[in-house]
C-alpha cells in the first residue's frame, strides 16, 4: 500500500500560472481534504470531500478549486496564482473524520 | 464557530515527562485528537478521545474533559526523537477537523 500519495512534490510558479495538484489514495478512504499549512504555522483547510462526485468548502477556499471525479483522486487546482498562496500543501484522507492520512505534500513557491 | 488554543514552545528534557494542553471553544461537543508533525513532514495520527477521560498508547496518554473544554496530550520517557510539533483538533463526525496552531516540543539531552 502507497497510502496517500501526491504529485508534485515541489513546484515553482510565476505569478498568474496556473497548475493541478495531484492526489491519490489506494487505502479506499470516502473523506479526502486539501490542507494548506504556512511556516509556523497550523494546517488550514482548503476543501474537502464526503465522497466521489462531492466538494465543499473549507476554511480558505478562495483561489482554489477542486474535483473529486474518482474515489481514490481528488485534485487542487490554482487557476491564477498568488504569491500569497505560496505554501506546503498536503492532502489528507480518512475513513473516520478524526483519523486522518496524510501525503509527504507538495512545496509550491510563487514568484 | 471552533476554536483551539495550545502552547507555542514546550521544552523538556531526555528521559523526563511532558504534558501539552489543549482548551477548545467548540458550538457542540466534539471529539479530540491528537497530531505529531517532524520537521519537513507530513502530520501523523497520535490519539482520539471521543470521551471523558484518559487514552493511552505506549508512551503517549491523552486525556479529554468535557466539562472543561480541555485536553492535554501526556509524553513519558521523552526521546530525542519525540522532538516535533504537536497539534490538537477539534473532530467532528463524517467531515472535517479544526486544527489548533501547533506546539513546537523541543527535547534537551
Known amino acids: 500500500n502507497a497510502g496517500v500519495t501526491q504529485t508534485p512534490k515541489f513546484r515553482v510558479l510565476k505569478t498568474g500560472q496556473s497548475m493541478t495538484l495531484l492526489c491519490a489514495q489506494d487505502?479506499?478512504?470516502?473523506?479526502m481534504y486539501w490542507y494548506r499549512q504556512d511556516p509556523g504555522m497550523g494546517l488550514r483547510l482548503i476543501h474537502y470531500?464526503?465522497?466521489?462526485?462531492?466538494?465543499a468548502k473549507g476554511e480558505v477556499p478562495d483561489g482554489y478549486n477542486v474535483s473529486r471525479l474518482k474515489k481514490q483522486n481528488f485534485l487542487l487546482g490554482l487557476e491564477s496564482a498568488a504569491p500569497s498562496q505560496t505554501s506546503v500543501y498536503f492532502c489528507?484522507?480518512?475513513?473516520?473524520?478524526?483519523?486522518?492520512?496524510f501525503g509527504p505534500g507538495t512545496r509550491l513557491t510563487v514568484t | 464557530g471552533q476554536s483551539l488554543e495550545q502552547p507555542s514552545e514546550v521544552t523538556a528534557v531526555e528521559g523526563a515527562i511532558v504534558q501539552i494542553n489543549c482548551t477548545y471553544q467548540t458550538s457542540g461537543f466534539y471529539g479530540l485528537s491528537w497530531y505529531q508533525q517532524h520537521d519537513g513532514g507530513a502530520p501523523t495520527f497520535l490519539s482520539y478521545n471521543g470521551l471523558d477521560g484518559l487514552e493511552e498508547t505506549g508512551r503517549f496518554s491523552s486525556f479529554l474533559s468535557r466539562s472543561d473544554s480541555y485536553g492535554y496530550l501526556l509524553l513519558q520517557e521523552l526521546q530525542m526523537k519525540d522532538s516535533a510539533s504537536y497539534f490538537c483538533a477539534v473532530a467532528p463526525p463524517a467531515s472535517k477537523i479544526i486544527f489548533g496552531s501547533g506546539t513546537r516540543l523541543s527535547i534537551r539531552p
Open positions: 489528507a484522507s480518512s475513513s473516520i473524520s478524526y483519523e486522518q492520512y
Open positions: 487505502m479506499n478512504h470516502e473523506y
Open positions: 470531500s464526503v465522497g466521489e462526485g462531492t466538494t
